[in-house]
């Protein structure tokens, strides 16, 4: 298990209506834009005369696009995907978009989240004949809604009927034949949102997915509404809205972006608020404030702001050391931190240091950090976290694994302290998290923190009463 929470997938879509020129250019910046949302694989599908071409592979979007296989994605609707595995392994067979071809057509998706049910849905499909190439859950969301499709009117038709029968998270890009569908979850645990080129539509998980391309932003997708649009424009059906929503607090926390904005409020604006009521919350005399690179510096910033104490660079990132980096011996998985993070020893140097991060998982990367700002010379390391103590898992498709592996259900605050070997340890408040995000629309997911979710979710085993 990582000791880092790992990103959520990504998904960007263009219905293409002024001839924009090489259509799979766009997704394919559109997808750089989205890449912290995931490494391990990256696709593009282009609908040209109702035919699909499908380009995927493991990798990052820059090895596995070029030039040449971009060249031959002509079309006029186009999606994209970056993949984090949370459902299925990670293998060439399950990198999306996910394509089928069936009586009507073709159909291809697109999918962000994890839907909680997709087990029992694919036994029960698989009772009955049906045949899945992949491990993911977006291809049960493929088959059910061909299979529906079969005996509705229209795909959005389809698609509607299928809404209710997926418990979870999905934010979904669904391209027939002649449309290009978006849908967000009734709860909205996933981000996705509208944008306009011209004449053209974009979707994408994040707003930062327009700027690349020179796009503007419209809007965020409701939570339970599907848009779809066609060449006669573009209709919403907000048949499943009426929940104030279930945003994931990570979002702001780490996911996405800081300079993408979710459903009215900006990410940098939330962690630097989360910095501000961390020092309120957790004052301490020291001499500098430094953040973990990269989502905890605009925390940092912020903790600085509050408190008075100067902010500085503490600790440089090594933008070039892949996340797919392997450290076969347990020396090398010691060194790994060094690695990726050098302290900037004149500035720690005998001072003492408030170091700001996102959250704690296993707490061994903290650990060396602090091990290595000490060698640097900090005479003192207070460690402040911008989130509440994860003690529950997620079921949604942030990689925060079972209760038992997670570092706060192990130890005692104070154990915990001890193990980081921090001067002191401060968590943000769970009651009071959501307060980083005063201008958000929608209301937030704390499962993670509290164990309290915004819809049914398996029980952990040996753990019965963990959802009461």
Known sequence: MSDNIKEECGIFGIYDKSNIGNIANQVYFGLFALQHRGQEAAGIAVNKDREITLIKNLGLVSEVFNDNNLAHLQGEIAIGHVRY???????????QPISVKY?????????????????????????????FHTTSDSEVISYL?????????????????????????????????????????????????MGKLKENVIFSSESCGFETIGADFDRDLLPGEMVVVTDDGIVSNKKFCGNKGGLCIFEHIYNARPDSVI???????????????????????????????????????????????????GLIKNRYIGRTFIQPTQEMRERSVALKLNTLKANVEGKRIVMVDDSIVRGTTLAN?????????????????????????????????????????????????????????????????????????????????????????PEEKGDKNLFD
Do not use: W
């Open 145 to 193: 809604i061909a299979n529906q499709r079969l005996k509705s009117k229209s795909i959005e038709e389809a698609v509607e009927k299928v809404f209710p029968m997926l418990q979870g998270a999905f934010s979904l890009l669904i391209m027939s034949p002649r449309k290009l569908i978006a849908v967000r979850d009734r709860y909205g645990i996933r981000p996705l949102c």
């Open 263 to 313: 459903d009215g409020q900006s990410v940098n604006e939330a962690r630097v608020n989360a910095g501000k009521m961390l020092a309120k919350k957790a004052p301490v005399d020291a001499d500098l404030v430094i953040g973990v690179p990269d989502s905890g510096l605009p925390a940092a910033i912020g903790y600085s702001h509050e408190s008075k104490i100067p902010y500085g660079v």
């Open 369 to 457: 950090i602090v091990k290595l700002l000490k060698k640097a010379g900090a005479l003192e390391v207070h460690i402040r976290i911008s989130s509440p103590p994860f003690i529950y898992p997620c079921f949604f498709g942030t990689d925060i694994p079972s209760r038992k592996d997670l570092a706060c259900n192990k130890y005692t605050m104070e154990e915990l302290r001890e193990r980081i070997g921090a001067d002191s340890l401060a968590f943000l408040d769970k009651n009071t998290i959501d307060q980083i995000a005063p201008d958000s629309t929608v209301t937030f997911c704390k499962g993670c923190f509290t164990g309290k979710y915004p819809c049914k979710v």
């Open 85 to 95: 595995s949370t459902t299925g392994n990670n293998t060439a067979e399950n990198a």
């Open 103 to 131: 009586a009507k057509g073709n159909l291809t998706v697109s999918h962000n989240g994890n839907i909680t049910n997709a087990k029992e849905l694919r036994e029960k499909l698989e009772s009955k004949g049906a045949i």
